[in-house]
């Protein structure tokens, strides 16, 4: 569904390969490695100095691809003069939705006793929801989601969850870029480790907790904290 080939953006991101089927990913790694690059290359909103990215066999500048991919962006710039609803009712009409769509989306985050209220007036947390919202609306097929819970409250989060659960169970793809991996164990899925614009390593998620690196360090512990030392296994460095 989801396909990368010697995907390069100069001094962020050194070819990237990988072919994605149905079901979650987690995209992780530290700030910088690139995460925000490769999925914005994959929603065609960064051209490539190098190789290629296809969903679902089309480049991803498609337009076709409207209605079949989300991507929500680490920072989403809304109006904030609009009200909840105009926003939602924009996007409805960009994907050429019915409106049931946009009352699912409304409720499926949680939205439903703010649509009055203007985007400038909301708190961190319901701005995203609305992004999510917007985004997610119409059930597309592939989900680009870059840090997509850094604001929610558990109750935001516990309704994102549910929402990509049935996405998955439903046959969808889910791409999605964190820090915070305990929090969204229960999507299972795989991990894919980027660090310093390449990809390290893919494996169960379940695996990041027991996985361990050739000296016996625990990579969970790693990717918390210890970013040198993966440095060193990988790429054969001396750690700084
Ligand atoms: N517009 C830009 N022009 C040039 N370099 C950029 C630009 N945006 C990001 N970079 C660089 O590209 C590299 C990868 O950044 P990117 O935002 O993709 O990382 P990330 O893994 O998403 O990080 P974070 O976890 O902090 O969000 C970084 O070195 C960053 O400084």
Redesign the pocket.
């Known amino acids: 569904m989801v396909e990368a080939v010697n995907l390069e953006?100069r001094?962020?991101?050194k070819g990237v390969s990988f072919r994605l089927e149905a079901g979650g990913y987690l995209l992780l790694?530290?700030?910088?490695?690139?995460?925000?690059?490769?999925l914005?290359l994959l929603a065609g909103r960064l051209l490539p100095d190098g190789g290629k990215a296809r969903l679902l066999g089309r480049p991803p500048r498609d337009p076709g691809l409207v209605p079949l991919r989300a991507y929500v962006p680490?920072q989403v710039a809304l109006p904030p003069f609009l009200t909840v609803l105009e926003v939602l009712e924009m996007a409805r009409r960009l994907k050429g939705l019915p409106p049931s769509a946009l009352e699912e989306a409304a409720e499926r985050m949680g939205l439903e006793g703010r649509l009055s209220s203007r985007v400038g007036t909301l708190s961190g947390g319901y701005r995203q929801r609305l992004a999510l919202a917007a985004g997610l609306m119409g059930r597309p097929p592939v989900w680009l989601l870059?840090?997509p819970i850094s604001a929610l409250d558990p109750g935001g989060l516990r309704r994102f969850v549910l929402w990509a659960q049935d996405h998955l169970e439903g046959g969808g793809l889910l791409l999605v870029?964190l820090?915070r991996l305990e929090e969204v164990q229960d999507l299972g899925g795989r991990a894919l480790l980027?660090f310093r614009?390449k990809l390290l390593l893919e494996l169960p998620v379940e695996e990041l907790f027991t996985y361990r690196l050739a000296d016996g360090t625990p990579l969970s512990g790693v990717l918390r904290d210890v970013h040198p030392k993966v440095r060193e296994v990988f790429y054969g460095e001396e750690p700084a």
Do not use: C, F, I, V
């Open positions: 953006k001094g962020r991101l790694g530290p700030n910088g490695a690139g995460k925000s690059t490769l914005a680490q870059d840090e870029s820090h980027l614009g």
